[in-house]
């Protein structure tokens, strides 16, 4: 991977963390060490549950474009 490739990487990697993985699972980044989401757990409403869905399938098509580029 080229310079310019690692840092789109680490950014993509990064922000899947930030807005869908420890977004809809606060014990998780908690667990990880951080600590931006102590005072919530995680909300298993069908409305929440259906916003992870898009957050997935739009990082999941943000990899596809990113691996197809590489």
């Known amino acids: ?3 310019g ?3 789109s990487w ?3 990697v990064d922000r899947f963390f930030d807005q869908a993985n420890f977004h809809f699972h606060p ?3 908690t667990s990880a060490g951080f600590h931006r989401y102590d005072a919530m757990l995680e909300d298993f409403s069908l409305n929440s ?3 992870e869905a898009l957050a997935l ?3 999941e098509r943000e990899y596809v ?3 197809h580029r590489s």
Request: hydrophobic share 35%; charged share 30%.
């Open 10 to 12: 680490d950014s993509l």
């Open 5 to 7: 490739q690692t840092q």
């Open 1 to 3: 991977m080229a310079y």
């Open 49 to 51: 549950i259906r916003r």
């Open 65 to 67: 474009t990113f691996r």
């Open 27 to 29: 014990s998780a980044e």
């Open 57 to 59: 399938q739009r990082f």
